[in-house]
Each structure stands twice: as C-alpha cells, then as structure tokens.
C-alpha cells in the first residue's frame, strides 16, 4: 500500500494569498462607480471584472447551500450581497468575455 503525506508549509502557503482587491471589491459593492475603483487599484480592468464575476458565482453557490440547509437569513444575505456587486459594467459579460 502507498501511503504518503503531502507537506504543506501553513505560514507560506496563507501568506501566497493576498487581500490585493479587497477593498475595490468592498467600495464596488457600496456603490462606487468602475472609474472610482480603478483609481484605488493597480488591477486590470478585466482581472478585476472577472474577478467580481467569480464572487458572484462563489455566492450563488453559498445560496443553495444556505437554503439546502433551510438557513433563510443567511440565503438573503447572500442573495443581497449579489444584488451589490452584480451591477453595471460586471453584467455585460461580451466587454471581457
């Protein structure tokens, strides 16, 4: 039988992610408009986009996960999180894609 262990060094694989659009995401969700946040970022305006576009669909699934589990404060939570960042310029999908 083969038994192996993959070694992960914690500290350095938590360290390669980085809260590099963090704060575009959070003022994009708040209602800034694209120029505003573009001016907070040194992002690619694609990379940013497709990025937000990413969320969207990480939240769609936490959505039928909260309401598989009949957690329906937490699905409107989400749901409402989408409605902020799926807006404007993130839902023409032909600019970038």
């Not at 936490?62 to 937490?74: D, M, T």
Request: glycine share 4%.
């Amino acid at each position: 039988m083969f038994n192996s262990v993959v070694q992960i060094d914690v500290e350095s694989f938590v360290k390669s992610f980085g809260p590099d659009i963090m704060e575009v995401v959070y003022a994009w969700a708040k209602g800034s408009k694209f120029y505003e946040i573009m001016e907070i970022t040194q992002v690619f305006e694609d990379s940013l986009n497709k990025a937000i576009r990413r969320l969207e669909g990480v939240l769609q699934q936490l959505i039928l996960a909260a309401k598989s589990i009949g957690e329906i404060q937490l699905e409107a939570k989400f749901e409402e999180a989408v409605s902020k960042i799926k807006r404007d310029i993130v839902l023409d999908a032909s600019l970038y894609f």
